[in-house]
């Protein structure tokens, strides 16, 4: 909201005793304040809002949680889709002009879910995301959230949840289905399906300054009910032979590597790769021209690769 909205509303949760809505105004004001680096003030206010003792609640996200990552590329950098790209852009834009949109009575879109194989810029684009929207970047452990007890993983993403809201930030979930499985399936236990619940609960709780991206592989695993929840969906498939070509002439120019064939000729021989094994492609060739200069021979290296590789290629 606007300062002043933050104010209106938080005089109407004190004149009316509303508990509920004076807690997400302060959350609010307090995620406000963090976002200008008033780390001191929000600090305080959360130690109001709480009515405990001061935690460092600043290590608990970063350590206990999640990993904390400093965004370092954006979105304009990346080979996306036309349409993910602008539902990014969409996306970005309505968080950096929200206090327009609060004043017509509504909210930034937050939920994201992206899908896709593997290797194509899920994780990449999440950070991007917190780039773009000058955020910062929580990637949730999950072998810190996933507890082998009974109730025990719902209330860690409830503990979870209660830390992040208070702040301005990307929540990143890689592999989602590994917590938001189909609750339909016979083979699951009552505990999933009561950790799907919790989570599908906790993420509507969630103020729209936190912005949720999950990613997953296998989006036909997922539960019905989660695909309903996410505002934004992006799909992230296997690219195209032009844009494995643009991705080649980006990486020519980069690393200066003179490659003797046209780009456009080797896309074609790479197609159906993900841009993750085109890199990695492309890589192991630099790695061997620096090693046999000065007589390297970039066609014969290229040629080489491409027999190596035959078997994935065929896939």
């Not at 999933?192 to 969630?206: G, P």
């Not at 032009?242 to 120019?253: G, Y």
Request: aromatic residues 6%; glycine residues 4%.
């Amino acid at each position: 909201m606007a300062r002043s909205d933050l104010l209106v509303s938080l005089v109407r949760a004190g004149a009316s005793g509303d508990e509920a809505l004076f807690r997400k105004t302060v959350e609010a004001i307090i995620a406000e304040e963090r976002a200008k680096r008033h780390n001191l003030l929000a600090d305080e206010l959360m130690v109001h809002l709480r009515s405990t003792r001061v935690i460092d609640e600043q290590s608990r996200v970063k350590n206990r949680w999640v990993h904390a990552v400093e965004p370092r590329r954006s979105i304009s950098s990346l080979f996306l889709p036309v349409l993910a790209s602008a539902a990014c852009q969409e996306l970005v834009e309505e968080h950096h002009r929200r206090d327009l949109l609060r004043s017509h009575g509504l909210e930034p879109r937050h939920r994201v879910l992206l899908s896709g194989p593997p290797g194509n810029g899920k994780t990449s684009l999440a950070e991007a995301l917190a780039y773009d929207l000058m955020a910062d970047l929580y990637v949730v452990r999950y072998d810190a959230v996933i507890g082998s007890y009974l109730g025990e993983t719902a209330s860690r993403l409830a503990e979870l949840f209660s830390e992040v809201r208070t702040r301005r930030c990307v929540l990143f979930f890689d592999e989602f289905d590994t917590l938001g499985k189909e609750r339909g399936d016979l083979q699951e236990t009552g505990e999933v399906k009561r950790v799907v619940s919790s989570l599908l609960l906790q993420i509507d709780a969630l103020p729209s300054h936190v912005v949720v991206v999950t990613a997953t592989n296998h989006p036909e695993l997922l539960d019905r009910a989660v695909w309903r929840r996410f505002q934004v969906q992006i799909e992230l498939p296997n690219p195209k032979p032009a844009q494995i070509r643009d991705w080649i002439e980006t990486f020519q120019k980069s690393s200066e590597l003179p490659l003797n064939t046209s780009p456009k000729t080797l896309s074609s021989k790479l197609s159906g790769l993900s841009f993750a094994e085109v890199e990695e492609f492309f890589l192991d060739i630099q790695r061997r021209y620096v090693l046999q200069q000065p007589e390297a021979d970039m066609k014969a290296l290229i040629s080489q690769r491409l027999k190596q590789w035959a078997s994935r290629l065929k896939s």
